[in-house]
């Protein structure tokens, strides 16, 4: 079956820190990966996204890689802000799928 | 609309009623999805439509959930005899096809007492 499994939060940073939040996976197949982020009070963003091996999304200053050889899709930032205070959700979908599956999500603080 | 509406935003029912949460996508996406997020939790597929049709139905937890989406644009989630266990945050999604970009509403948040 599908599954994601997130570092566990909350992840508290100061800000201009460095920001890794771990997500791996388990698929079937060959899924594409996304992190969603939700700012509060807002709905669920998609952040980045990567659809094979290899690929590397990227947006807003976050990165992460596909890597299909540890099955991770780890979130970076080098530089974090007050303003990237968020929760971020790891997730796939299958290809040919009607669904994602998100992990439980990281709460992010940055602090001034 | 510019993005994907859900109403109410907040629900909150007496346990055993009947209540209904709508959903408004994105002008022209005829992908439709609605998940469950529990708190501390991922959001959980529930059910996704194409057009008007239910393509898949198969995260519904049981017979009390129901959902419709007559004319290909708004959807209505229905909930029946809700049990304390029903409160979450039920999100709306939408996408010009599937395997495309999700666009997600900001949820209603529905409370059982």
């Known amino acids: 079956g599908n599954s994601v499994t997130q570092m566990e939060g909350p992840v508290t940073l100061s800000e201009e820190a460095f920001l890794t939040i771990n997500c791996t996976y388990t698929?079937?197949?060959?899924?594409?990966l996304f992190w969603y982020v939700q700012y509060p009070g807002e709905g669920l963003q998609l952040l980045l996204k990567?659809?094979?091996?290899?690929d590397k999304g990227s947006n807003k200053g976050f990165e992460a890689t596909y890597r299909k050889e540890t099955t991770s899709f780890h979130l970076e930032k080098g530089s974090v802000q007050v303003s990237d205070s968020a929760v971020y959700f790891c997730?796939?979908?299958?290809?040919?799928?009607?669904?994602?599956?998100f992990g439980t999500g990281t709460r992010l603080t940055v602090i001034p | 609309g510019a993005g994907v509406s859900q109403t109410p935003s907040n629900k909150v029912t007496e346990k055993g009623k009947y209540v209904e949460l709508r959903c408004d996508p994105i002008?022209?996406?005829?992908?439709l999805y609605w998940y469950r997020q529990s708190l501390g939790q991922g959001p959980e597929f529930l059910i996704y439509?194409?057009?008007?049709?239910?393509?898949?139905d198969s995260g519904l937890p049981n017979d009390r959930f129901f959902a419709v989406r007559p004319e290909g644009s708004v959807s209505t989630l229905k909930i029946q005899r809700t049990e304390r266990g029903d409160s979450a945050v039920y999100l709306c999604?939408?996408?010009?096809?599937?395997?495309?970009?999700?666009?997600f509403g900001q949820g209603t948040r529905l409370t059982v007492v």
């Open positions: 698929a079937t197949g060959y899924p594409s």
């Open positions: 990567a659809t094979k091996a290899d």
């Open positions: 997730a796939l979908i299958e290809g040919g799928a009607n669904n994602l599956f």
């Open positions: 002008s022209g996406h005829t992908a």
């Open positions: 999604a939408s996408s010009p096809a599937r395997d495309t970009e999700a666009f």
């Open positions: 439509f194409q057009g008007t049709g239910a393509a898949d």
